[in-house]
């Protein structure tokens, strides 16, 4: 139980402090943005079980794909996007770092 919630947590400081980081004179607005970037688990509604805490979403849904993660790459370096490919690999960044630590 302490695993996903601590899942949820790091989704909501990390882009927080990115954001700090990052872009510092906005700050807010930055991570707002990040937040709202967590509607690509919205894919998840696509799979069933919709909540499997045994399975790994990065390669399994579509949103969470190899294909996916380059457009992020690539949103992330366009400068009116890139807060928004931010937010999103970092989203994937943390959703693969709790693959690893699957048991």
Request: with cysteine; aromatic share 8%.
């Amino acid at each position: 139980m302490i695993r996903p919630i601590f899942h949820l947590i790091l989704h909501v400081l990390v882009p927080g402090a990115v954001a700090r980081l990052a872009f510092a004179d906005r700050w807010r607005r930055a991570w707002l943005i990040m937040l709202l970037t967590m509607v690509v688990d919205l894919d998840h509604l696509l799979a069933t079980p919709i909540y499997d805490p045994d399975r790994c979403g990065i390669g399994f849904h579509p949103l969470h794909s190899s294909v996916a993660i380059g457009v992020y790459c690539v949103l992330a370096l366009i400068p009116a996007a890139r807060v928004v490919g931010v937010g999103l690999l970092i989203h994937m960044l943390l959703d693969g770092i709790d693959c690893v630590f699957m048991p």
